[in-house]
T-cell receptor, first 116, second 113 residues
Framework: DAGVIQSPRHEVTEMGQEVTLRCKPI?????LFWYRQTMMRGLELLIY????????DSGMPEDRFSAKMPNASFSTLKIQPSEPRDSAVYFC??????????????FGPGTRLLVL | GQQLNQSPQSMFIQEGEDVSMNCTSS?????WLWYKQDPGEGPVLLIA?????ELTSNGRLTAQFGITRKDSFLNISASIPSDVGIYFC?????????????FGKGTRLSVIA
């Protein structure tokens, strides 16, 4: 199994530019999570989807952030316009919710974003 | 929001020594998990705990879920160089993979050969 795939792995952009991060979850998984990791705040949930439908987006910092999941095998996280404080590592994770005590969340390698 | 207090923030130990780190929360969680993150990679699950008081081992790793459901510890015995990394505790409200994780700030482990 290929695992969770994220692209790009690294992104350097200038303030004000649009940034799009991409995620391909593990095939068959029905939950997809976007987390952000910073030195100050650690790992925090941004948004998560179930069967392509957003369930909770309360962690999205502000209107500059948006996420979509057009199908079961693809999700995007977009920042427009980007700001230096958005610099962080963005992780995508997926899981298959099943019986109790199952359904580990598997993380992708992350996208390291630097906004200058 | 919910927060997990993880300690220590960092540790420097000699190869072969045992390691202990812990996590506490003001909230009750139904599931506690321990992840490890290597440089440039995403977190990888080490141990999952589902029942209060549960003690679970995975090789040299042992973790326990506190009976109050508000704390957990992770022990690593006989540390080796590849144990280097950042260890995170995480709490989860559900018992399966369908609820978000709340993470501690991590314990950075360095092993001196």
């Amino acid at each position: 199994d290929a695992g969770v795939i994220q692209s790009p792995r690294h992104e350097v952009t200038e303030m004000g530019q649009e940034v799009t991060l991409r995620c391909k979850p593990i095939s068959g998984h029905d939950y997809l999570f976007w987390y952000r990791q910073t030195m100050m705040r650690g790992l925090e949930l941004l948004i998560y989807f179930n069967n392509n439908v957003p369930i909770d987006d309360s962690g999205m910092p502000e209107d500059r952030f948006s996420a979509k999941m057009p199908n079961a095998s693809f999700s995007t996280l977009k920042i427009q316009p980007s700001e230096p404080r958005d610099s962080a590592v963005y992780f995508c994770a997926s899981s298959l919710a099943g019986q109790d005590y199952e359904g580990t969340q598997y993380f992708g390698p992350g996208t390291r974003l630097l906004v200058l | 929001g919910q927060q997990l207090n993880q300690s220590p923030q960092s540790m420097f130990i000699q190869e072969g020594e045992d390691v202990s780190m812990n996590c506490t929360s003001s909230s009750i969680f139904n599931t506690w998990l321990w992840y490890k993150q290597d440089p440039g990679e995403g977190p990888v699950l080490l141990i999952a705990l589902y029942k209060a008081g549960e003690l679970t081992s995975n090789g040299r790793l042992t973790a326990q879920f506190g009976i109050t459901r508000k704390d957990s510890f992770l022990n690593i015995s006989a540390s080796i160089p590849s144990d280097v990394g950042i260890y995170f505790c995480a709490g989860q409200m559900g018992n399966s993979g369908n609820t978000p994780l709340v993470f501690g700030k991590g314990t950075r482990l360095s092993v001196i050969a």
